[in-house]
Every structure is written in structure tokens, then in C-alpha cells.
């Protein structure tokens, strides 16, 4: 088990795709959401949120409160940049322990960079993504590794960059992000991430 913590890339990669509003906003689901991607809960449906920007779907004063006190809250909207921080940093910690959970071929382990590319797809698709075959692939591979020692083969390189592709082609609605996680995942290897997503 390894002990990361999220870096700043993987930070900044995940705030800029999930949006952010101090104010509570429906989002793609209509389910009240607040700073990063923060769900508030399943269990109110407001405006769905069609457009990716959080003004275009926020809930009223009156029906912020109102949810607010419904559910015993606390805090109502808009809420402190403290209070957005925190909950970043809670909701991120699932994905992160998920990360570090994972099995590596012995000996090896993750870049900050690989860390966080994880943790990016991870936080935004579940833990369960981790468990893809392609993932597992992935993972299995040596030469994926910053800590494989040896040279490597163009045929093993371009290897590499196959398996992190078809890793990250998870979700076709949000290939731009899978390609920056992936491209991430690449950052400072001997392969890069020349095949996007989806095209394998």
C-alpha cells in the first residue's frame, strides 16, 4: 500500500473539469451541488445543469435555505472558501486511499504524476474504474513504472503508451479530461500519450 497525497497537477486537473460555485447548483443530474463538484444529495432534484457552468443552474436563496434546513445542513449558500476547501479535500480522499490501495507489481510504484491521473479518473468515475480490465492491464505492466529499471524497446514504449490509451478511454462523454489524466500519466516517462483516448 502505497501513501501518496493528491498533488498539485492531479488538483488542478480535477477542479478545472468538475467547476466551481460557492453557491449551491444543480448539476448534470439536477442533484444540489456546492464548490468543486460537492454533492449536497440525491434525495432534491433542481435545474439540471446542461452547460458545464454552475451559474447557469443555481438555486435560489429561498431554495437553498429551504434544503439547508431540511436537511439539517449547517450552512447554507453560498458557503466560505474554507468550507469549499474542506470539502475538496474530503471528497478527494476516497479516490486518493483507492489509489493507494491498488496492487503493484512488485517492486514498483507510481510518479506523482501517475498518482494523480489516477485520482483525477478515480474521483470523477468511482473506484470502480480501478477494477476495469484495462486498467488492471495497465497496471500490470512493468515498464509502466518509474521505478523499472532497464531500457526500454520501442516496441515496449509504444506498448506502454497503448495500455495508458486504452486505460483512460472510460466515459466518452468526457474524452477532453480522460486525454489531460492520461497525458498526465505520461508526464516525465519515456512514453508518452500519443494515442487518444478511444482509438484503439
Avoid at 432534491?44 to 429561498?62: A, E
Avoid at 471528497?91 to 491521473?117: E, R, W, Y
Avoid at 480490465?133 to 515496449?156: C, E, R, W
Amino acid at each position: 500500500m502505497a501513501n501518496f497525497s493528491l498533488g498539485t497537477d492531479g488538483a488542478k486537473l480535477i477542479k478545472k473539469h468538475e467547476g466551481f460555485s460557492l453557491k449551491f447548483y444543480g448539476d448534470p443530474y439536477g442533484y444540489p451541488t456546492v464548490g468543486w463538484g460537492h454533492l449536497i444529495t440525491k434525495s432534491k432534484v433542481y435545474t439540471k445543469n446542461t452547460t458545464g457552468n454552475p451559474n447557469d443552474s443555481l438555486l435560489s436563496q429561498v431554495q437553498a435555505d429551504a434544503l439547508s434546513k431540511s436537511l439539517n445542513l449547517g450552512y447554507t449558500s453560498p458557503i466560505s472558501q474554507s468550507k469549499a476547501n474542506t470539502f475538496f479535500s474530503n471528497d478527494t480522499a476516497s479516490a486518493v486511499a483507492a489509489v493507494n490501495n491498488l496492487v503493484l507489481p512488485s517492486g514498483h510504484k507510481f510518479s506523482q504524476s501517475q498518482f494523480d491521473a489516477l485520482v483525477s479518473l478515480t474521483f470523477n468515475a468511482g473506484p470502480g474504474v480501478l477494477k476495469t480490465n484495462d486498467v488492471k492491464a495497465m497496471l500490470a505492466n512493468a515498464h509502466i513504472y518509474p521505478t523499472f529499471v532497464g531500457p526500454l524497446s520501442q516496441s515496449q514504449i509504444d506498448t506502454c503508451s497503448k495500455l495508458v490509451s486504452k486505460a483512460f478511454s472510460y466515459d466518452r462523454n468526457l474524452q477532453k479530461r480522460r486525454n489531460e489524466e492520461a497525458t498526465l500519466f505520461c508526464k516525465g516517462r519515456k512514453y508518452t500519450h500519443k494515442y487518444p483516448v478511444y482509438t484503439l
